[in-house]
């Protein structure tokens, strides 16, 4: 039997209806208006888009939101002081330095500057820290976006095995540490596996669900996933194809179309773990504007 696809972009809807109740509740019950501000260096067009993206979620929520552009030869000295400025500005209950920053500029010194109870992407070592001992300010936005994904299209990872393939700081890692809580939504046994795991085969075939977080088209193919297993793709990876005007298509991490015949469900690309990104972040903004109003 095919699978069932996982609709990100239902979910993303879904949760972002249930932010704007709760957004209207703290502008009537506390006079509050969630505040975003957005840090962006230079015009990297991804960069530009990603900002873009974020800003019109917030609009579409009824969050308060500011893009604050530098030039590319901004000095990280120019930088470091508006984020502290940014800090100490109550309109603000989020900030968000949109990454990568030039070269010049240390993105551990700035991200550090951070206010760690504004910092929505979760990536202040405070908040890593946190998220490791479960007692998270804000969960990374995009390892948040799977446990949600999983839990509402009712593939809960309680008690299953999860193996996660990738372990980078925003992704793989982050999602180990908040997949593996004894809580609701988690308490899985979980495995990472990256480019010094000997047999990737052996481990994925295991696994009752497998997080794609690699940045390799196709890596998983249909032989490394168990029958009825359950199968993130969080991979974005753009393959030539002249059949579109851009030049290009999007794809996963895995095989899709070869995987969907034998799994009991899987996310697409597009349309799976992306839109919960920019979902997450502003659940993490409203959460922010609750946290500073309690
Ligand atoms: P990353 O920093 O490049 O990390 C990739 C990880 O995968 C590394 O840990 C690497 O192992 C491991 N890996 C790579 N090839 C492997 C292989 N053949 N076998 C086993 N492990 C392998 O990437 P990332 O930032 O986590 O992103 C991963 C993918 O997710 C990318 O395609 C990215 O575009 C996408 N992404 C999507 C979203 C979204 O919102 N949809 C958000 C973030 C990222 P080593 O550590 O040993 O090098």
Do not use: W
């Amino acid at each position: 039997m095919a699978a069932e696809i996982i609709s990100g972009t239902e979910i993303a809807a879904q949760i972002r209806e249930e932010l704007k109740g709760k957004v209207k509740e703290l502008k009537e019950r506390k006079g509050t208006t969630p505040g975003l501000v957005m840090v962006r260096v230079g015009e990297d067009p991804a960069s530009v888009s990603y900002v873009s993206a974020k800003s019109k979620a917030s609009e579409e929520i009824g969050i308060y939101s500011e893009t604050i552009v530098f030039p590319e030869d901004t000095t990280e000295e120019v930088l470091l002081a508006k984020v502290e400025e940014l800090d100490k500005d109550p309109k603000f209950h989020g900030i968000l330095v949109q990454l990568p920053l030039p070269k010049h500029i240390n993105a551990d010194k700035v991200l550090n500057a951070i206010d760690p109870r504004k910092d929505v992407d979760g990536f202040h070592p405070v908040n890593v820290g946190k998220l490791l001992i479960g007692e998270p300010y804000f969960m990374p936005c995009t390892p948040h976006g799977v446990q949600e994904l999983l839990v509402r299209s009712g593939n809960s990872p309680e008690g299953k095995h999860v193996v996660i393939c990738g372990r980078s700081n925003i992704v793989g890692k982050p999602l180990m540490a908040i997949l593996v809580q004894k809580k609701k939504g988690a308490n899985a046994t979980v495995t990472v596996c990256h480019t010094g795991t000997k047999d990737l085969a052996s481990v994925t075939k295991n696994a009752d669900i497998v997080v794609a977080a690699m940045g390799s088209p196709k890596a998983i193919t249909a032989d490394m996933v168990k029958d009825g297993a359950v199968v993130i793709d969080v991979g974005v990876n753009r393959i030539p194809d002249e059949t579109k005007k851009s030049g290009f298509r999007l794809v996963g991490d895995s095989d899709f179309d070869a995987i969907k015949e034998k799994a009991k469900a899987i996310t697409p690309v597009p349309g799976g773990v992306g839109p919960m990104t920019v979902t997450m972040l502003m659940a993490n903004t409203v959460r922010a504007a609750e946290m500073h109003s309690a």
